[in-house]
């Protein structure tokens, strides 16, 4: 594309190139087509409805310099400024990862929960619930959740306060951009996992959720994702380091009963399992991403488990 004058590229003939640049870039076919469209800044029917359109000197001048940096490593995500995830769209940059498409299975299993839970743990209009996001980066898990509570609330008056942490001050400050756009109200804290949180009892959670880095630090695969923040990535002791000391502190920030949902690698299932078991939980189960693959772990946490 670089070769070619404005006068001669039209939508038709990036669609055209599309698969091809793709290959080459070792990138999914619509990374070449999404860009296209945010530069050009049309919806997604134009490449339809209007594939003659000629790209002007300075839309060709931006398109090929987009695709020069997905050569170089840049993410589509990154090149935009925006992810959709869930039901909305979240701003990031490079001090956040990039959501996942199965990290939606970790919003979707913690609103199961919460609406399926025992009739004792089952908020009411009497009770103030609180939920905390370990590791919020771009805050996709804790807005989402906030966001669905949120409309919930019109069909039953219960107050949910949504707590989201994570130690990148830059990460926070995408996170409460996007609270603020996707308008749900979420109190965001400063903190290495639990450290600036509070064990008193009127401060306790009722869920606690997270996805913390957890893939190894030796995996190869680790390569091909350079430009989202290593420390969001990758964590030691194969990967299991963060979720040991997640699940390990929850029960002194948990409520009896309390939801702790984790999402963790392909291969941890039965670790994130056993991690649980050992640290007070019951109703332990892992469930499956959209690819058929052990995701997230939840269990609910069991004082009479804890050892005196």
Known sequence: MT?????????????????????????????????LLY?????????????????SDVEVERFNAGVTKM????????????????????????????????T???VEQVLHWINTANEEFVPNAASNKRLLDLGTGSGCIAISLAHELKLARKLEPVSWQVVAVDFSLEALKIAQHNAVSNAVDIEFVHSSWYDALSTQDE?????????????????????GLLA????????????????????????QY????????????????????????????????????????DRVTLGQFNKNKLQY
Do not use: C
């Open 3 to 35: 070769a070619q004058k404005a006068a001669d590229v039209t939508v038709w003939q990036i669609k055209q190139q599309a698969i091809q640049m793709a290959e080459e870039l070792s990138v999914p076919p619509f990374w070449i087509t999404d860009w």
């Open 39 to 55: 530069v050009i800044d049309k919806p997604a029917l134009f490449l339809i409805t209007d594939d003659s359109y000629q790209l």
């Open 71 to 102: 050569q170089q490593g840049t993410p589509l995500a990154y090149l935009t400024g925006i992810q959709a995830f869930w039901s909305l769209d979240f701003a990031v940059n490079e001090h956040t990862l990039i959501p996942r498409p199965d």
């Open 104 to 106: 939606e299975v970790l």
């Open 203 to 223: 401060h306790l959670f009722d869920v606690i959720v997270s996805n913390p880095p957890y893939i190894d630090e030796a995996d190869e695969h680790l390569a």
């Open 228 to 251: 989202e923040p290593i420390s969001a990535l990758s964590a030691p002791n194969h990967g299991l380091a963060d979720i040991e000391h997640i699940v390990h502190h929850a029960p």
């Open 254 to 293: 948990l409520k009896v009963g309390g939801l702790l949902a984790i999402e963790h690698g392909f291969d941890q299932g039965h670790a994130a399992r056993q991690l649980f078991a050992d640290n007070h939980f019951d109703n332990i189960q892992t469930i499956k991403d959209f690819g058929g693959n």
